[in-house]
């Protein structure tokens, strides 16, 4: 499979980049492929030595249209004897490589995601929080992929070398600025969620913010209350068995919560302070 990496904008246009900061980009971008990619083949999330791995990831080929960057990932033998794709019915290895990388760039850049695709579901449904984990992970990789916006390029496209037409990620200005740049909100509000994923060691998870259709990382401040870790298991409890088992559950839970913002005034992270079944209960 082939990945092709476009930089497009500035200096680009004619066909360069300046060396330093178009390093750095394509030194973040290559991480952030590596930690997806080897997600499919290990069934883990691994933040270095990607020696050990069977997975073979070349630059191929370095070109102008403005200046495109290829890479060559060879990991479907790997993947299809691996223990994610043995899980996830009905898929198909690059098909999933490159749902999995758009859902998570989408995610860590704070973009509004559509529904998510068959694969998707099934994966998140069978290896629940597995997708919020890789999502944490390429985080602070991502950020650096955007170290050469604004200075020589305006704008990142990646996508299948053979689907050109189907970008899988747009790494631009405003992912930049969404990525880099923080805002503290100290304001109480209050919100329904439904929680994603919780790690029970850290205090810390994903909930999905029911209004604007998408994931928000979390943590839990240092004195929340017993009510308020069961009310986050029961939701992820509901969330799972609708999901596994088709049943017939609400995981929607109310939240008082303060956050961090990006400069536009999307929500990038919140800190939970306390969590009940309806705001009812808040008083």
């Known amino acids: 499979m082939f990945i092709n990496v476009n930089f497009s904008g500035g200096l680009a246009d004619a066909h360069r980049l300046p060396a330093y900061d178009g390093a750095k980009s394509l030194e973040g971008i290559t991480r952030s492929l590596l930690i997806v990619t080897n997600f499919l083949v290990e069934g883990r999330v691994r933040h270095r030595e990607f020696g050990r791995v069977p997975l073979t990831f070349n630059i191929v080929a370095q070109q102008p249209g403005s200046f495109e960057t290829v890479f060559e990932i060879a990991y479907t033998a790997a993947v299809i004897g691996g223990p994610v794709i043995q899980e996830v019915a009905g898929s198909v290895a690059s098909n999933l490589l490159t749902e999995l990388i758009s859902t998570t760039f989408k995610r860590a850049t704070g973009l509004t995601e559509e529904r998510p695709s068959a694969e998707i579901i099934d994966l998140e449904a069978t290896r629940s929080g597995d997708v919020d984990a890789i999502v944490d992970a390429i985080e602070p990789a991502l950020r650096q992929s955007h170290t050469v916006i604004n200075h020589g390029v305006t704008n990142i496209t990646i996508h299948n070398y053979a689907q050109p037409e189907q970008p ?69 409890s509901s969330y799972t068995r609708r999901r596994r088992l088709g049943d017939n559950l609400t995981s929607a839970i109310a939240l008082v919560y303060t956050c961090v913002l990006a400069v536009d005034g999307r929500v990038k992270k919140i800190t939970i302070q306390r969590a009940r079944n309806d705001i009812s209960q808040l008083g």
Not at 170 to 195: A, H, P, Q
Not at 200 to 214: I, K, M, S, V
Request: no cysteine.
């Open 168 to 236: 899988v990620a747009r790494l631009n200005r405003e992912t930049k600025g969404y990525m880099w740049d923080n805002v503290i909100d100290d304001r109480v509000r209050v919100k329904l969620f439904s929680v994603a994923s919780f790690n029970a060691n850290q205090g810390t998870g994903r909930a999905f913010d029911l209004e604007e259709g998408r994931s928000i990382p979390f943590k839990l401040a240092p004195d929340t209350d017993r009510q308020t870790v069961d009310t986050l298991l029961g939701s992820i």
